[in-house]
């Protein structure tokens, strides 16, 4: 039986500490980062089929990328959350496990 693994790298901690922590690390290229997309080290490591990937602005991965840094903002963060950006991937999350199931199924 092949697995799927659902991928929505999703990271939008408002919390100023938090942010501090992930700008140090980007600017230091993420050394003790072994997977910048915590997905795929799990395929990798356990040797799974594949992921469905949902696309996630880079500035709200757990590792964006240092052009994004601008972004990683508290208010930033907190638009995000007040404007339901967390409900809204959550959709689209849910939108492709349908998809992915009836396709499945057919």
Not at 22 to 42: E, L, S
Not at 54 to 73: G, R
Request: some cysteine.
């Amino acid at each position: 039986m092949g697995f799927k693994i659902l991928n929505g790298p999703l990271d939008p901690d408002k919390r100023e500490a938090y942010i501090v922590r992930k700008i140090d690390a980007c600017t230091r290229g993420y050394p003790n980062v072994p997977f910048r997309d915590p997905a795929q080290g799990m395929v990798r490591e356990l040797q799974l089929g594949e992921f469905m990937k949902t696309e996630v602005e880079p500035w709200l991965t757990p590792t964006p990328p240092p052009e994004m840094l601008f972004m990683l903002t508290v208010e930033n963060f907190v638009t995000f959350m007040d404007s339901n950006g967390c409900r809204d991937y959550s959709n689209t999350m849910k939108d492709h496990v349908r998809t992915a199931c009836f396709l499945r199924c057919r």
